[in-house]
């Protein structure tokens, strides 16, 4: 590919010695980042504009089949966020325009739609002529499938409006989570399941330019983003009124973290000396001597608990606190959690004008007395317009990108004059490469002001500033089982569970906080224990178990974490809240069969354990197996056949039903009346 001549072609020519001079050829183009294009010089919107948009049709022209995924012919059982996006008035345009020129405006729609969903990790599925259909968590699932759907959603809204196109176009977005079976024999990505039905309905009641989400993706999310509730609505093929969410933008709280899990943090078990570490290193570096405090665990292992229990300590004493937070999205954003910092800290709101905005971020950096050139390269950095007081410095783009840093340096030294610092970066194994050299240089230069940093991240990272004098390495253990019974004690409020679920959560959690904290929850939501004189008793239909040892069988298997990467993960996580409904209304004991027969991997429920609970731990355990571990269950799975060993009969558990455990419920009640007639077995599905 000639490259000149692809910038003439665009009438950018001007650029091609900048091209030529940082060996810009036919397989770096389509890489291209707005950072990359910054770097190269195009300093005018318009043209970087016009670059992006060239580029992603060259994205999409070569890129479409090497990212494709692996064909298989075997079907998954999946947790999938579905996307489904609409052209609003697409019959009125093909009326009025000539099919070739509909052809064009159509085309742009799916680039610029295409174009967010790769920039998220998202796939497309399927074209679908004005509608598209896109997965995330297929077919590589993340931890934050369903945040990365919303954001996608959108960001292809605000791309969508802003193409410039003979006509203004609109899109609305519908989004949904839920258990399907994706891939199979005959079409590759073809998913099945009521997730993706749920979206196309979200979708057709969406206003133009909105994306609305179902209940089972507001649960997964939290209080990432700022939401309007629209109600409940009854849709076509659904059981039952659906609640329905539209997604206004990102909320403005800082960490995700604080935003999963609300302002109530849960318990701090078993980190006595880390804490106590971490209260010795800010000793240290209150009295001058800058310390740096690496912590390392897996996910879940309580990271930024840990950094929360610092700040519980060090409440009522006279310090900043400096939070920056890195981001599975913002890998390619140069400086993302820096900008993100000092967007938030100024204060920088949307309807902002921009000489607002300057003037917000003005006051912010003046506490540091910074130079003029300071403020002019952190405005840049945050792209503000230059103004006759902060001239844009005339600098090469490397030249820019180390004066910039040097600003960001100054600026800390300056806050760490009038106050001690608490500087926080989390997530770091999401770290940009360019925030990372900052990071290298703020290491190197702590040691000699008061400043204690903190870094946080998954054993994957591999951290090279150990061994120097100032820096302390945390690596965070999971609790042993004396830990684990404190830890289900406090979230209980020291109401005494019975015995056998006491042990069963004790011991098959793996000793990860998070898992011990969402499975006891997920046991006092089940509707399986009542509170009875301070203490919780099973509710008395499980009392027909003539085998003391049923229940722990029941959840033997149900709920041990997998250790992170192992293979056949997700598949151990059982569905154990529906083992435990077909216990309570079948009176055979079949349940000594249960384990063996594979009931699938959680799924959104809405009855018994909490969908938010079950959810989550699905997409985590995927996420964390990666593909071919533990993510992918075959689909021959789905329909096990269980034998009876009081009846001695076999049938099919699952049936058409699944997904409606309402409909499960009501049928579970009657088989349970009707005893052991026929010897049938309760499964997700009808009777």
């Known amino acids: 590919m000639d490259i000149a001549a692809w910038l003439r072609s665009l009438g950018l020519e001007q650029y091609e010695q900048a091209f030529l001079d940082n060996a810009v050829d036919a397989a770096v183009l389509p890489e291209l980042t707005v950072e990359d294009l910054r770097d190269l010089g195009v300093s005018l919107v318009g043209h970087r504009r016009k670059l992006l948009a060239a580029i992603a049709v060259l994205r999409s022209d070569v890129g479409s089949t ?244 610092l700040a519980e300590r060090l409440r009522g004493e006279p310090y900043l606190r400096l939070r920056y937070f890195c981001s599975p999205y913002g890998q390619n954003s140069a400086l993302f959690p820096i900008v993100d910092q000092l967007s938030r800290a100024s204060g920088l709101a949307r309807d902002d004008t921009p000489a607002a905005k300057l003037a917000k971020l003005e006051a912010l950096l003046t506490r540091a007395a910074p130079e003029d050139e300071d403020v002019a390269l952190l405005a840049d950095l945050l792209s503000l317009p230059s103004s006759e007081r902060y001239p844009p410095p005339n600098l090469s783009p490397q030249r820019k990108k180390d004066r910039t840093l040097e600003a960001l340096l100054r600026q800390l030294e300056g806050l760490a004059h009038q106050h001690p610092v608490v500087m926080v970066v989390e997530d770091a194994h999401w770290i940009d490469p360019t925030s990372l050299e900052l990071l290298d240089l703020t290491v190197e230069r702590v040691g000699s002001l008061r400043v204690l940093l903190i870094v946080t991240f998954r054993p994957e990272f591999q951290p090279h500033w150990t061994g120097q004098p100032q820096v302390s390495m945390l690596a965070l253990n999971r609790l042993d089982r004396r830990q684990r019974a404190v830890l289900v004690e406090q979230i209980t409020g020291g109401k005494v569970l019975p015995d056998d679920v006491f042990a069963q959560i004790v011991d098959r959690t793996d000793g990860v906080p998070l898992f011990v904290e969402e499975l006891t929850k997920s046991v006092l939501e089940s509707g399986l224990l009542r509170d009875e004189k301070g203490r919780y008793v099973l509710d008395s239909t499980l009392s027909r178990f003539r085998d003391p040892d049923e229940f722990a069988r029941l959840v033997d298997g149900a709920t041990r974490p997998p250790s992170i990467g192992a293979p056949g993960g997700a598949d151990r996580r059982r569905d154990w809240t529906r083992v435990f409904l077909r216990a309570a209304t079948h009176r055979c004991s079949f349940t000594r069969a249960r384990a063996a027969n594979g009931f699938g991997p959680l799924g959104r429920l809405r009855t018994g354990l909490s969908a938010r609970h079950a959810a989550r731990g699905s997409l985590y355990l995927q996420a964390c197996a990666g593909p071919g571990h533990g993510a992918r269950q075959p689909a021959a799975r789905l329909s096990p056949t269980i034998t009876c060993p009081d009846c001695r009969s076999a049938r099919n558990p699952f049936s058409r039903s699944h997904g409606h455990p309402a409909r499960t419920l009501r049928a579970a009640l009657r088989r349970g009346r009707a005893g052991r007639k026929g010897g049938r077995l309760l499964g997700p599905g009808r009777s």
């Open 66 to 309: 090497a990212s494709a995924p692996v064909a298989t012919s075997t079907a998954e059982r999946r947790q999938l966020t579905v996307m489904f996006c609409d052209l609003v008035g697409s019959t009125p345009l093909s009326v009025r325009l000539d099919p070739e020129d509909l052809r064009g405006i159509i085309g742009a729609y799916h680039r610029g739609v295409a174009e967010k969903v790769e920039s998220f990790g998202g796939f497309v599925a399927r074209y679908m002529g004005d509608g598209v259909l896109i997965y995330f968590g297929y077919p590589q699932a993340h931890e934050e499938d369903a945040e990365r759907a919303i954001r996608c959603g959108l960001a292809a809204v605000d791309r969508v409006s802003q193409l410039i196109l003979a006509e203004e176009l609109h899109l609305r977005v519908g989004i949904a989570t839920g258990l399907v079976v994706v891939g199979g024999e005959f079409v590759e990505h073809e998913i099945v399941g009521e997730t993706p039905n749920l979206a196309a309905r979200l979708q057709a009641l969406a206003e133009p330019d909105t994306v609305v989400i179902a209940a089972g993706t507001r649960r997964l999310v939290g209080d990432i983003f700022e939401y309007r509730d629209l109600g409940a609505f009854e849709l076509k093929g659904i059981d039952g009124p659906v609640p329905v969410w539209q997604v206004l933008r990102p909320s403005g709280v800082a960490s995700r973290f604080e935003a999963l899990h609300g302002s109530r943090l849960s318990p701090l078990v078993g980190r006595d000396e880390e804490v106590d570490l971490l209260q010795r290193r800010w000793a240290r570096a209150n009295a001058g001597d800058g310390q740096v405090v690496l912590i390392s665990g897996e996910p879940g292992i309580g990271k930024s608990r840990l950094v929360a229990a």
